[in-house]
């Protein structure tokens, strides 16, 4: 079945940057659509960044433009996302998530695959 597995959350101190990765396997990477999201204690999952099959094309949430970039290497079947110049703000859980055969969606219902979620804490 398919599996997202994140890694390289942590604690950090503003203005520092972390690299987020999402291990995707159980049907090819290139079939899908990919996207971050966040959920904040008490809050709704907000979508962060989204990249289309190829990599061609990147959306960002307008608080993280020119701050997070999403990448991906669809022959490691893995998915990136690096956040530079991090705020506390920023501090959230981020989960991976895989829509096959879409465009990139800041929609998380447009998503149908899950990761559990890697914590990101930014400290002032």
């Known amino acids: 079945q398919v599996q997202l597995v994140e890694s390289g959350g942590g604690m950090v101190q503003a203005g520092n940057s972390l690299r987020l990765s999402c291990a995707f396997s159980g049907r090819t990477l290139s079939d899908c659509a990919m996207g971050w999201f966040r959920q904040a204690p008490g809050k709704e999952r907000d979508f962060v960044a989204a990249i289309s099959w190829n990599g061609r094309s990147t959306t960002y949430e307008d608080s993280v433009k020119d701050r997070f970039t999403i990448s991906r290497d669809n022959a490691k079947s893995t998915v990136y996302l690096q956040m530079n110049s991090l705020k506390p703000e920023d501090t959230a859980v981020y989960y991976c998530?895989?829509?096959?055969w879409g465009s990139g969606s800041s929609d998380r219902d447009s998503y149908d695959y899950w990761g559990q979620g890697t914590q990101v804490t930014v400290s002032s």
């Open positions: 998530a895989a829509d096959p």
